[in-house]
């Protein structure tokens, strides 16, 4: 058995034109499935972008409810703070020895600490409201009140005129 040489003779032209060919429909396919997978696509960002704008929306409320807290905690601890210390002044200010006056201001400044703030009277708006309802009585007392009255129909005929009409031709005759 003998091995010969077979000559292969490829033509370039023919497969650079194939291989265009091949890319061009490759580079078509590519850009159908690109506009296929946007559609799909464009929805779900679309929901995505909705759901972040309405969780960036709660998620600012949510801060500034929080802002707030901690102001009215702060304010809360700085009154408590401001008690305390007033109350452990007092207490050293005392009579007494070193340690006595030291250990009144520590339970007086404790005692203080604790404690919360009292709490303020709204009188004026306890008052506007009490106002608020008098004044709605008051009106619901009045409307009924003139509802109960009598209604004279200011175009009804007098009954009284036909009669007395009747009695002064009955006099004339």
């Not at 004044?135 to 009045?142: E, H, I, L, P, S």
């Amino acid at each position: 058995m003998e091995l010969t040489k077979h000559e292969i003779t490829f033509d370039t032209d023919q497969i650079r034109s194939d291989v265009a060919a091949l890319a061009e429909s490759l580079g078509e396919r590519a850009e159908r499935a690109a506009g296929r997978a946007a559609e799909w696509v464009a929805p779900a960002v679309d929901r995505a972008r909705t759901g972040a704008d309405r969780l960036a929306k709660e998620t600012a409320e949510a801060a500034k409810e929080a802002q707030e807290r901690i102001e009215v905690l702060n304010e809360d601890t700085r009154s408590r703070a401001e008690r305390a210390a007033s109350a452990a002044r007092t207490a050293i200010e005392a009579p007494g020895t070193v340690t006595e006056r030291a250990q009144r201001a520590t339970v007086a400044a404790v005692n203080a600490a604790q404690t919360p703030a009292p709490r303020k009277s709204r009188r004026v708006l306890k008052s506007l409201c009490w106002l608020t309802v008098a004044g709605v009585a008051a009106g619901a007392a009045y409307v009924v009140w003139r509802r109960s009255q009598p209604v004279e129909d200011p175009w009804a005929e007098e009954y009284w005129a036909d009669s007395t009409d009747d009695v002064e031709d009955a006099d004339a005759k």
